[in-house]
Structures are given as structure tokens and as C-alpha cells.
């Protein structure tokens, strides 16, 4: 028997997902949940998540971020604040990444680094 770990798939927590897009802005994901046997599952409520990108001077960066909506014409409508939410919270963590990366940064003369002395 292999030491790898498991890859099996959650029967209870499954979802068939729609896509939907103006093929200009995003995509809005439906992740409606289902049983097993790919009944719908009344249970669980339907997921709605934005997908956006954000052009970096690096790249394109994509967003994802949930909708809190409960139908297709809502999600339409609240795409654009979560879009801009998405890239606001975005931005404050790059900020955040920065700041920190730059406080890793090493002055001569400071203490810190390796104690190793070469004669």
C-alpha cells in the first residue's frame, strides 16, 4: 500500500457548476448542489462567485470572490461591487506583502544575519 495520501471525493458536498459571461468583464459561477446521483439538492443553497482579472504591471491577476446573492439576474447586478470589493481587498494585501518583504530587508551595519566572523 502506497504512502501517498487519499484523493477521494466529498459525496455529500457536490455541486454542478454553470458558467456565465459578457466575454468582455467576467464570469459569474453558479455552483448549484446536487446529491450523488446528480439530483438537485434542495438542502444546500446555491453559490454564486465573480471571476474577474486585474491588470498588474506583472500580469493579469484573476479575482474570485463570492456573491451573496440568491438568483442569476442578482449576481448580474452585484457583480461589479464585488469585482470592486475583490480588487480593494486585493490591493491592501499586495500593500501588506510589500511592507513586509520590505521590512526583511537587511541595513549594513545592523544587528541581525549570521553571527559567523571570518578572520
Known amino acids: 500500500m502506497s504512502d501517498e495520501p487519499q484523493m477521494n471525493m466529498d459525496a455529500a458536498n457536490l455541486y454542478r457548476e454553470d458558467m456565465y459571461t459578457d466575454q468582455k468583464i467576467g464570469t459569474i459561477r453558479v455552483m448549484t448542489p446536487v446529491t450523488q446521483d446528480g439530483e438537485r439538492d434542495d438542502s444546500r443553497a446555491v453559490q454564486y462567485l465573480g ?10 491577476l484573476p479575482l474570485s470572490f463570492e456573491l451573496p446573492v440568491d438568483n442569476l439576474a442578482a449576481a448580474v447586478e452585484a457583480f461589479s461591487d464585488g469585482a470592486a470589493q475583490a480588487m480593494e481587498d486585493t ?14 530587508i537587511v541595513v549594513p551595519g545592523s544587528e541581525g544575519g549570521p553571527k559567523i566572523q571570518i578572520p
Open 51 to 60: 471571476q474577474a482579472q486585474m491588470m498588474t504591471p506583472a500580469g493579469a
Open 91 to 104: 490591493m491592501k494585501e499586495l500593500q501588506e506583502m510589500r511592507r513586509q518583504q520590505a521590512s526583511q
